[in-house]
């Protein structure tokens, strides 16, 4: 099949299914200029990120890890939601997608404007106490790293889930009753080696549901996707809406005309 005719069958799936929930990683944001995990970060990639985004790594050196995340936070508060986010606003907004589950913590989708996210990592735009849990929000990136606790002047965190620890319970359940209730996963820009995120859209497969999957290369996901779309987000992401768009229209069109 060309790629039109793989657009065109992805798109009359999205457009079948009951309740479609999209699973989104770092590739979404790649293209508003937000480096992924597992390419090339210049001056940071002499560091692997199990060796700056965990508890231990913490412990051992807030300074350094908060130095990465200074460098982190200076790309995303500068960053757009690119088109990508944007179609995915659309699918939401035409009833197809019912929700986005994310691994992203760029705040990008919220940004774009959907308005059911379950940021399953935290977010970088919040900080929280180490000793007192109080959260705080950031505007921009704190200037004096490591930053302190304004009510009980302990170390600050970025408030994001880090390697070996747990997802928030709440958070964790939601993710899996959506993915349990779908009969479809959009499954976009992740490698889906990140546990338990990487699980999700096999339980829509377990189910008996389909799978799409946008990715610039293969990943943990692509043996049971049904469709594998090997395009960027945001290109493979407006073709589909822009289809779906052009049918509905026509529909109304061929609806209006049987009534004259
Ligand atoms: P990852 O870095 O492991 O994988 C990124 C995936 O995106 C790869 O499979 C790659 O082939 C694909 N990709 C790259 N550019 C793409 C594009 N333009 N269109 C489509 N796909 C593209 O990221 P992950 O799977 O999300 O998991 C790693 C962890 O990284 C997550 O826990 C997440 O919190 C964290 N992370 C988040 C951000 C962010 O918030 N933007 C950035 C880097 C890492
Ligand atoms: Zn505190």
Same mark, same amino acid.
């Given at each position: 099949?060309?790629?039109?005719?793989?657009?065109?069958?992805?798109?009359?799936?999205?457009?079948?299914?009951?309740?479609?929930?999209?699973?989104?990683?770092?590739?979404?944001?790649?293209?508003?200029?937000?480096?992924?995990?597992?390419?090339?970060?210049?001056?940071?990639?002499?560091?692997?990120?199990?060796?700056?985004?965990?508890?231990?790594?913490?412990?051992?050196?807030?300074?350094?890890?908060?130095?990465?995340?200074?460098?982190?936070?200076?790309?995303?508060?500068?960053?757009?939601?690119?088109?990508?986010?944007?179609?995915?606003?659309?699918?939401?907004?035409?009833?197809?997608?019912?929700?986005?589950?994310?691994?992203?913590?760029?705040?990008?989708?919220?940004?774009?404007?959907?308005?059911? &996210?379950? /940021?399953?990592? %935290?977010? +970088?735009?919040?900080?929280?106490?180490? *000793?007192?849990?109080?959260?705080? !929000?950031?505007?921009?990136?704190?200037?004096?790293?490591?930053?302190?606790?304004?009510?009980?002047?302990?170390?600050?965190?970025?408030?994001?889930?880090?390697?070996?620890?747990?997802?928030?319970?709440?958070?964790?359940?939601?993710?899996?009753?959506?993915?349990?209730?779908?009969?479809?996963?959009?499954?976009?820009?992740?490698?889906?080696?990140?546990?338990?995120?990487?699980?999700?859209?096999?339980? &829509?497969? /377990?189910?008996? %549901?389909? +799978?799409?999957?946008?990715?610039?290369? *293969?990943?943990?996901?692509?043996? !049971?996707?049904?469709?594998?779309?090997?395009?960027?987000?945001?290109?493979?992401?407006?073709?589909?809406?822009?289809?779906?768009?052009?049918?509905?229209?026509?529909?109304?069109?061929?609806?209006?005309?049987?009534?004259?």
């Amino acid at each position: 099949m060309d790629f039109e005719g793989i657009i065109e069958k992805a798109s009359n799936l999205l457009m079948d299914s009951n309740f479609t929930i999209g699973l989104t990683g770092a590739g979404i944001s790649a293209e508003s200029g937000i480096p992924t995990f597992r390419g090339k970060n210049g001056l940071w990639s002499k560091f692997k990120v199990e060796e700056l985004a965990t508890p231990e790594a913490f412990n051992r050196n807030p300074k350094l890890v908060w130095k990465w995340y200074k460098w982190r936070m200076e790309i995303i508060f500068n960053a757009r939601p690119n088109a990508g986010h944007y179609a995915l606003v659309e699918l939401e907004r035409l009833g197809i997608l019912k929700c986005i589950v994310t691994q992203n913590v760029d705040g990008l989708h919220h940004l774009a404007g959907n308005k059911c &996210v379950i /940021e399953l990592h %935290g977010n +970088i735009r919040r900080g929280r106490c180490i *000793k007192c849990n109080y959260k705080v !929000i950031f505007n921009e990136p704190p200037e004096n790293i490591p930053p302190k606790c304004p009510k009980c002047f302990n170390l600050l965190r970025p408030d994001v889930v880090w390697f070996g620890e747990a997802i928030p319970k709440n958070k964790l359940e939601r993710a899996f009753n959506l993915f349990s209730k779908a009969d479809l996963a959009l499954v976009i820009g992740t490698s889906g080696i990140v546990q338990p995120a990487g699980y999700l859209p096999y339980i &829509v497969k /377990e189910n008996g %549901g389909l +799978i799409i999957e946008i990715n610039v290369e *293969k990943s943990a996901i692509t043996s !049971i996707a049904d469709i594998f779309i090997k395009d960027k987000a945001s290109i493979a992401l407006s073709k589909i809406v822009k289809y779906i768009k052009d049918k509905l229209t026509s529909k109304l069109y061929d609806a209006s005309e049987n009534e004259l």
